[in-house]
């Protein structure tokens, strides 16, 4: 089945570092999603990508889809404390409609 | 809104035993899921459902079952607790059952099973 695996696993990074989190998946995918989840709490939506080699900020984040549409990037430019929580990228497709597949999850600290 | 709503928040139990975990939105969503989260495993699809009456397995169904009676409420039901079932438990819902909308996570139940 579709498989999203997700590095690194862990980040540590002083504030006002930037960060990456790369997710690859093993089939070719109809989309992908982000979510984080801040400690304690829920996976909250965060972007959507479904087009080959798109590219889409928010504010300090950007998003990128890779042109083969089976990698993914989320970089955050100059980190803050807020930032810190588990960031997960969920792919859709692989023969399903109805199933995103989740990767593990990269979990950011920030030392302030 | 209240959004998608579990409980409880907590629960232990004792293996053997079972419970059912509550879930309910009040979008009008047609697609409902559950989610377990283990530490380093991610979040695995336990069972989905695509409207009243139509549920599926997803990744981890065994010792798990559902039921989808009305369109707002999803309950998962553990038959006989383990303690390899001791995970937070995530429902999530969207308003079509496409991969590519958003979903909303309820805050999970957190369950432990001695």
């Known amino acids: 089945g579709q498989q999203v695996m997700q590095i690194p696993q862990y980040q540590h990074v002083q504030e006002g570092e930037d960060f990456t989190t790369y997710c690859n998946s093993s089939?070719?995918?109809?989309?992908i999603q982000w979510y984080k989840q801040r400690p304690g709490g829920h996976p909250v939506f965060l972007i959507q990508l479904v087009k080959s080699g798109e590219v889409k900020k928010q504010k300090r984040l950007t998003f990128q889809f890779g042109e083969a549409k089976k990698n993914s990037s989320l970089h955050i430019t100059a980190t803050q404390t807020t930032d810190v929580g588990t960031y997960f990228c969920a792919g859709g497709g692989g023969g399903s409609n109805y199933k995103l597949t989740f990767g593990k999850g990269t979990l950011l600290t920030v030392n302030p | 809104n209240a959004g998608v709503t579990q409980t409880p928040k907590f629960q232990v139990l004792k293996t053997g035993q079972s419970m059912t975990l509550q879930c309910a939105q009040d979008m009008n969503h047609e697609y409902m899921s559950w989610y377990r989260q283990d530490p380093g495993m991610g979040l695995r699809l336990i069972h989905y459902?695509?409207?009243?009456?139509?549920?599926d397995q997803g990744e981890v169904p065994n010792g798990y079952n559902v039921s989808r009676s009305t369109t707002e409420d999803f309950p998962l039901r553990l038959l006989s607790a383990a303690p390899s079932q001791t995970s937070v438990y995530f429902c999530?819902?969207?308003?079509?059952?496409?991969?590519?909308?958003?979903?909303?996570f309820g805050p999970g139940t957190r369950l432990l099973v001695l």
């Open positions: 459902s695509v409207g009243a009456g139509i549920t």
């Open positions: 999530a819902s969207s308003y079509t059952p496409k991969v590519d909308v958003t979903q909303y």
């Open positions: 089939t070719t995918l109809s989309n």
